[in-house]
């Protein structure tokens, strides 16, 4: 999808206090040693994880992206020289070529080796000669635009699997905008033909399923899409919910994952819940996630922001 111009963090630090107004948790996001209150609500969903030892980036978008989180990508592919592949099929384009600006930005933030892969035919993508580059590669980087192009093309193809081989290596696999909403299990905005991502549950749901049991969503606070998920979690609450903000990522590596960048990341959990009846919250970058429990930390607050967790009854 494509992104709108970013807001002002103060202007973003109003939305988001805005809608901790709406939902009763202003305490949540006001200062650093806030406290949010969680409860547990039901149990039994499945707890979200990355499986392998490699490493994700899943960031929210933003025109351009952030030079620092590309520098994050090149760190944990092993450095300047580490073999990287950019994929930009979700833009739509019949050809790429050396003039695609990622490559640019890439290049730019210190990577000095990085081949494009592109094809938005998937009969193309299911062959082992166009999945070839992926064999050697410690990193992938899939930029933004529309959704569809990118299930269209590799879900269930020869490259889907190299790219997961890829993170069986240690490798990272990055993706700004679509190529972090593609990553979860569930994909949001995948609708044919849908270039701006307005329908949430299109005719391709299906993600790469590099983060199972999740559903990410990008632009939330830029582009007023913080309610969104949580009708994809009334179709399916075992979900865990996670909305990027624009210049903000997670980083994700083993049951856990960690918040940079500029602004704020939503979770969205069915398990548990925000006293006053809110239904989501949100981390700072710095807070920490733990996937398998569905516990949120902030190590850099005075207090811990998030100890007042309930049970599901107690006020």
């Known amino acids: ?25 202003l305490g949540a996001v006001a ?34 992206v952030d030079e620092s989180l590309f520098r994050k990508v090149i760190e944990l592919a092993g450095g300047p020289d580490a073999p990287l592949v950019m994929i930009p099929t979700a833009g739509g384009a019949v050809r790429y070529d050396d003039s695609f600006r990622g490559l640019a930005q ?18 193309v993508a299911d062959t082992e000669a166009f999945a070839a580059p992926l064999k050697a590669a410690r990193g992938v980087f899939i930029f933004g635009g529309t959704n569809a192009y990118l299930a269209e093309a590799y879900i269930g193809t020869r490259t889907h699997e190299a790219l997961r081989d890829v993170l069986r290596r240690g490798g990272v696999i990055a993706g700004s905008s679509a190529g972090a909403e593609i990553q979860g299990s569930f994909m949001p905005r995948g609708q044919t033909g849908d270039e701006n991502g307005t329908v949430l549950i299109g005719d391709h749901t299906e993600g790469f399923g590099f983060l199972p049991g999740a559903a990410v969503d990008a632009h939330v606070l830029v582009l007023n899409r913080h309610f969104d998920m949580l009708e994809i979690l009334r179709r399916d609450p075992s979900l865990l919910g996670i909305g990027l903000d624009e210049q903000t990522a997670i980083v994700v590596q083993g049951n856990s994952f960690e918040v940079m960048g500029r602004s704020y990341v939503a979770i969205y959990d069915a398990t548990r819940r925000l006293a006053q009846e809110g239904t989501f919250y949100f981390l700072r970058p710095g807070d920490r996630f733990n ?19 309930r049970p599901a009854g107690q006020p």
């Open 1 to 25: 999808m494509h992104p709108m111009n970013a807001v002002s963090s103060r202007s973003v630090r109003r939305l988001v206090v805005a809608c901790a107004v709406s939902l009763g948790m």
């Open 31 to 64: 200062t650093g040693a806030a406290t949010i209150h969680l409860a547990a609500q039901t149990p039994g969903a499945a707890p979200a994880s990355s499986p392998s030892p490699g490493s994700l980036v899943l960031i929210g978008g933003g025109s351009p």
């Open 106 to 123: 890439l290049k730019q933030a210190g990577a000095r080796n990085v081949q494009l892969l592109h094809t938005l035919d998937r009969r």
């Open 291 to 309: 996937l398998q429990t569905r516990e949120p930390s902030r190590p850099t607050a005075p207090t811990p922001p998030f100890s007042r967790l």
